[in-house]
Each structure stands twice: as structure tokens, then as C-alpha cells.
DNA sequence: AAGTCGCCTTGACGCAAATCAATTTGGGAG
DNA sequence: CTCCCAAATTGATTTGCGTCAAGGCGACTT
């Protein structure tokens, strides 16, 4: 039989998830069916306001979304970047702590979350993958944290591409090649809210890593790197562990 | 039959634990008498280096614990606080990614780390409660990463006292009461570290919250709150969530 | 072609927090 | 009690990043 939660191509999916996948011929899923469905969202268009009642659960397919807390005064700070193969949502929590925005266009495969929760309670695999990819996520938010805590502006520059080169990387399977580069998917705006710097301040430190020869641009979202190790020395980074999220 | 894996009272720990307890007469369980143990650690004494093999898991039974991360030119960040009952390691990963420090005395709770996964894998509900208690975890990280990123230094501090007063209170199942106050746990560094800051600008901000009448001090440890409502404003905090960690 | 709009860059200036540097406090040992 | 020393406070100064402001560069529309 094959493996059903863990990595699966799903019929119509264009992506192998890492989720629960409803297409697998396993008698305990196939219910799932029913309660598998597919939504769509703009660049922009917001998936989950903080606070709204969630009942769904469901991977990121394609695109990606970002998650965000906003204070009353509008200070913004990202939490959590979500791409292909990404979890969103609580299973066990009824409302959602933080916005969900959709950042490019955005397919997500969603789960309503009752029966959800009940197959985790009745499918130790299900349960222990989701566990897996939580504390992934922990130790990841654990490394931003140090990022936001103690590195200057510089130093989070560096760390915000290599971060989204690894993850490139990871999720096209492809090792570091030679002269790699990286579309950023992020506005300096989003990327300020990732740092917690300012579009300004993100903007003077991209140049000066050109100007130093670090990075070069085509365009001011594409990045090519022309030596990974510097980048990760400006980084500040001794963990180079290829943490997923 | 005793529910044998939520808050259980253990016959010789001091607290009721959140993890699993090997003292209950489940079956499935009954095993795990060999391969639970009791260790001691003294304040300052780190329990784990970042990087180590980690052959167990386990929760704090009392005193206090930080998770830290320190880059090579020895700048640090925390990024955990682990109070009694708050569990410590990773089924499926063998070697720590943080530092893990006695910030006071502790006593822990261990599990040997391979009989343990067995367990995750065969009792849905284990996995069930340590995926609700990874979530919980990282819902706390993302707080902390609004803090880190955005917040003032008067605001993190803020933060802080009131953090650990929420987390305190829980502890001891106890309400706000009208005039609160609290035993801060950590010196002006750990609190520096927790919060992205330098020690200085603790103390200067503490100063000036006692100065302004939002807590008051007796002797340099413990805080009295005479307005919580008060703290909170200056936290700038919009969710009052009581989230654990 | 000209106009508009979103996004980005660059400059000038100010401020919050870091850094550097003394003291002061207070708890524990003798 | 007095000494000692880590922890905390407070002051003076510097600096990295935020803030405010002006302008540039494509990509679309009309």
C-alpha cells in the first residue's frame, strides 16, 4: 500500500504534499474526499483576519502567503512565510491568532477541520508527521527570533536571502549550484515587515551589498549571488542547517 | 481508568505534568517506569549544549530553564523560557539546535529519547497532546517575534513583566488578583536577552516604569502591579491571549 | 506620447538604544 | 559587623536605524 500522508502526488494536485492527501486508496482517507477542496486567492486578498473563526485546515499548493501581526497603531511584523507544501491552520483551536495574506497568487488545499481533527485522533502517523512540521516551524521562528533580536540591518539582508535561497532550493530539490540566484518573491515593504526594519532601511542595505559585490540585481527582485559562503559570513549565520519554513 | 497522559499527578513529582507520566497503571505505559528519570541540575549549569546528541526528552518539574542562542561574537538571544510542566527536546530529531541553561535550580523529568518515539507512534493521543503543547510553543514564538521586531524598549519590558505574571498566575491557577506582583526569575541580562536588548537599557526602562508609577519595586527581583490594565497599555498588547511559554 | 500609479532609491536629519564608564546596592561568607 | 563581589543603577557619548522628503523607474492606461 502506498504511504498516504507523507509526501504524496495527489491526482490533481501539481505539488507533492507533505499533508494529508485525500487521493490516496486507503479506506480510513477515502472519506476525505468529501471534506478535501481546493481555494484560490489574489495577491493581496487576505485568506484569514486574526480573531475569525477557522474551520479549515489545508497546505499551501502553489504561491505564497505570509503570516502577520499588526498593533493597533499599525506596526506590522511577519511571523511566519508560507510556501508550497506549507501548513496553515490549528487543529484543536477554534479561531485564528494571526492574518493570512495572500502575497502572490495562492492556491490552497483545504481540509475542513472536524473531520480533520478526528483523523488525527484516530491516525498516529498523521498526528506525528504534523508534529514533525511544527517543531520545524518552532526551530525556524527560533532562528528568526535571533535574527530580529540581534542582528543589524546588514546582517538581516543576508539572512533573508540565503533563507529564501535555501528554501528555493529545497523545494526544487536542486543542491547549490555555482552562481545561484533567487527571485524575491517579497515587495521591501514585505520584506521590512520580515525583518522588522523599515522599506527604507532595506532598501540602503540591498545597494550597499550590491555595491559591496555580495549580491548583484537584474531588475530589483531578482538576486544573483555570486559566492554563497560570503553571503553566509555577512549573515552572521554558524547554523547553516537547512531548516525548512 | 485514569486519563494517563494530560496533566496527571505523578506519585513522586512535585507538579502535575502536561507530558507523559509513567506512573499510571496503563499497560502501554507500564514500560516506561524503566525509562523514566529524575535529574538535577544547579542554577547557571547548562543541561544541553546546541549541537549535542540528545538521547532523551523530558519536562521541567521545578525551576526555571532557558533556551538560548548565541552567535560567534557572542552577541545571544533567548528563544524559550521553559517554566514547570513546559516539555524539552525533539522526538525525531537527534541533536539539540539551542543551548539549554538551569537559570535557577531545575529538576527534570526525562525519558529516554527512543522508547519515547514508540510511544509517540503507537499512543495517538501522545502525539495528539505534544503536537497541541508545539503549537501552543510556537504561537508564543510568534508573540515574541512581534516583540523583537517592532516593539520599544519600554513596550518589550513591559512585556515582559507581564508575560511572566500571566504565566505565573497559570501556574498557580490563579486569577488577577487586584494588586498583583511577581518574582522576576531572571537577572537584568537574562532579561536582556530575552528581549533584544542590552542590559543598560533594561535597567534605565525599568527605572522609568517605576518612576511613572506602572509597577513598583522591592528590592530589584520582585515587582508589585498596582494596575495591570496600566501594564498592559504600555505593552501595546492587542490580544490578551493567555498563551503558555 | 503623455499621464498615472505602485514600487523603489537616495539624501538629510533626529532620536532611541548601544556603548563606554563610573558608582551604588545588596546579599552572602567569614 | 565588615568585607567582598556580582548585580544593578546612572551618566555621558556615539551610532544605527527610523523618519521625513524628494525624485526615479517601469508598467499600464488613455
Redesign the interface.
Known amino acids: 500500500m502506498q504511504d498516504h500522508f507523507v509526501h504524496v502526488q495527489c491526482g490533481d494536485c501539481p505539488i507533492r504534499h507533505r499533508a494529508v492527501c485525500a487521493r490516496c486508496d486507503t479506506d480510513e482517507l477515502a472519506e476525505l474526499e468529501q471534506i478535501k477542496y481546493y481555494r484560490s486567492f489574489q495577491a493581496g486578498q487576505t485568506i484569514i483576519w486574526?480573531g475569525d473563526r477557522m474551520d479549515f485546515v489545508g497546505s499551501v499548493v502553489s504561491g505564497i502567503a505570509s503570516?502577520t501581526?499588526t498593533?493597533?497603531?499599525g506596526?506590522?511584523?511577519m511571523?511566519?512565510l508560507l510556501l508550497p507544501s506549507d501548513f496553515v491552520g490549528?487543529?484543536?483551536?477554534s479561531t485564528a491568532?494571526?492574518d493570512v495574506t495572500a502575497t502572490t497568487d495562492v492556491v490552497m488545499c483545504c481540509f475542513r477541520k472536524k473531520p480533520f481533527e478526528t483523523l488525527?485522533?484516530?491516525?498516529?502517523?498523521v498526528?506525528?508527521r504534523?508534529?514533525?512540521m511544527?517543531?520545524d516551524?518552532?526551530?525556524a521562528?527560533?532562528?528568526?527570533?535571533?535574527l530580529?533580536?540581534?542582528k543589524t540591518a546588514r546582517e538581516k539582508i543576508a539572512s533573508l536571502i540565503s533563507i529564501i535561497a535555501r528554501r528555493e532550493a529545497a523545494l526544487h530539490k536542486k543542491k547549490a549550484s555555482g552562481n545561484l540566484s533567487v527571485d524575491l518573491p517579497l515587495t521591501r515593504e514585505e520584506m521590512a515587515d520580515y525583518?522588522?526594519l523599515t522599506l527604507e532601511t532595506v532598501s540602503r542595505q540591498i545597494s550597499a551589498l550590491k555595491k559591496d559585490g555580495v549580491i548583484t540585481l537584474e531588475g530589483n527582485r531578482h538576486v544573483s549571488i555570486p559566492d554563497i559562503d560570503r553571503l553566509l559570513e555577512e549573515a552572521?549565520d554558524?547554523?547553516d542547517?537547512g531548516l525548512p519554513v
Chains 1, 2 share one sequence.
Open positions: 486574526s503570516l501581526q498593533m493597533e497603531d506596526r506590522r511584523q511571523v511566519g490549528r487543529p484543536g483551536r491568532a494571526f488525527i485522533a484516530e491516525t498516529p502517523h498526528a506525528q504534523l508534529l514533525e511544527t517543531l516551524e518552532l526551530d521562528a527560533r532562528e528568526w527570533m535571533l530580529l533580536g540581534r525583518l522588522g552572521g554558524d547554523t542547517g
